[in-house]
C-alpha cells in the first residue's frame, strides 16, 4: 500500500522567503507524484507532476518539486513566496502498477504568507 | 472548454434523508473519480468510474453509499440515511488517459452539511 507524508501541516513565511514544503512517499514501485494547490471552499488545482521525466519538475506560479528517490520525497519549493500563495497544499501519490489509479493524498499543509 | 461540474455546491440535509451529488466530467473525458475531503483533513479516495461501469470502489462505505456513471448523463454519488459524520465535502474529479498518466482534473466540490 502506498502513502503520503507531509511533516508539518501548517508553515508560515514571510512575503518574499523560500516557500519549502515537505511531501515524502512510500510505495513498493516508483509512483506518479502530484501536487495540488486548494484555496478556501474551492477545489484542486494541479501545480505539478512527476512522471519519471526530469527529476526536477516545474509547476505553475513558481513552483517547482524535486524527485528524490533515494529519500522517497518530493518536496515543493518557491523561491520566493507572494500572498497569492497562501493556501492549502496536498501531495499526492498515484501507483503505476495495475489499474488502480486512484490518488492518495497527505493530509495538507496549509501555507501562511506574513507581510 | 468546461471544466469538471459539480451541484449542488452546498447541500443540507436532515439526519435519515437522502443525498445526490451530481459530476459532469470535462468534455471527452470518461473516467470519473469521488474523494471525501472531512474537515482539517486531506482527500480520500472513494470510487473510480467508468461509463456504466464502477471500477475501483475500495474507498467506498459498505452501507448507505453507491455511485453511478451511466452512459448519457453525470455520475451521482448517493448517500442514503445520512448521518452527521457524513458532513463532509465532496470532489469528484475526471481525467483522460494518456501515455498512461492520469491528471486528475478536479470539480469545485459539493459541501454536505448534515443536521
Not at chain 1, 91 to 113: E, H
Not at chain 2, 4 to 13: A, E, G, I, K, T
Not at chain 2, 87 to 98: E, K, N, P
Request: charged fraction near 20%.
Amino acid at each position: 500500500a502506498q502513502s503520503v507524508t507531509q511533516l508539518g501541516s501548517h508553515v508560515s513565511v514571510s512575503e518574499g522567503a523560500l516557500v519549502l514544503l515537505r511531501c515524502n512517499y512510500s510505495s513498493s514501485v516508483p509512483p506518479y507524484l502530484f501536487w495540488y494547490v486548494q484555496y478556501p471552499n474551492q477545489g484542486l488545482q494541479l501545480l505539478l507532476k512527476y512522471t519519471s521525466a526530469a527529476t526536477l519538475v516545474k509547476g505553475i506560479n513558481g513552483f517547482e518539486a524535486e524527485f528524490k528517490k533515494s529519500e522517497t520525497s518530493f518536496h515543493l519549493t518557491k523561491p520566493s513566496a507572494h500572498m497569492s500563495d497562501a493556501a492549502e497544499y496536498f501531495c499526492a501519490v498515484s501507483d503505476r502498477s495495475g489499474g488502480r489509479r486512484a490518488l492518495t493524498f497527505g493530509s495538507g499543509t496549509r501555507l501562511q504568507v506574513q507581510p | 472548454n468546461a471544466g469538471v461540474m459539480q451541484n449542488p455546491r452546498h447541500l443540507v440535509r436532515r439526519r435519515g434523508q437522502e443525498a445526490r451529488l451530481r459530476c459532469s466530467p470535462m468534455k471527452g473525458h470518461s473516467h470519473v473519480y469521488w474523494y471525501r475531503q472531512l474537515p482539517e483533513e486531506g482527500l480520500k479516495f472513494m470510487v473510480y468510474l467508468q461509463k456504466e461501469n464502477i471500477i475501483d470502489e475500495s474507498g467506498m462505505p459498505k452501507e448507505r453509499f453507491s455511485a453511478e456513471f451511466p452512459k448519457e448523463g453525470p455520475s451521482i454519488l448517493r448517500i442514503q440515511q445520512v448521518v452527521r459524520g457524513d458532513s463532509a465535502a465532496y470532489f469528484c474529479a475526471s481525467s483522460l488517459i494518456a501515455g498512461g498518466v492520469d491528471e486528475q482534473f478536479f470539480g469545485p466540490g459539493t459541501r454536505l452539511t448534515v443536521l
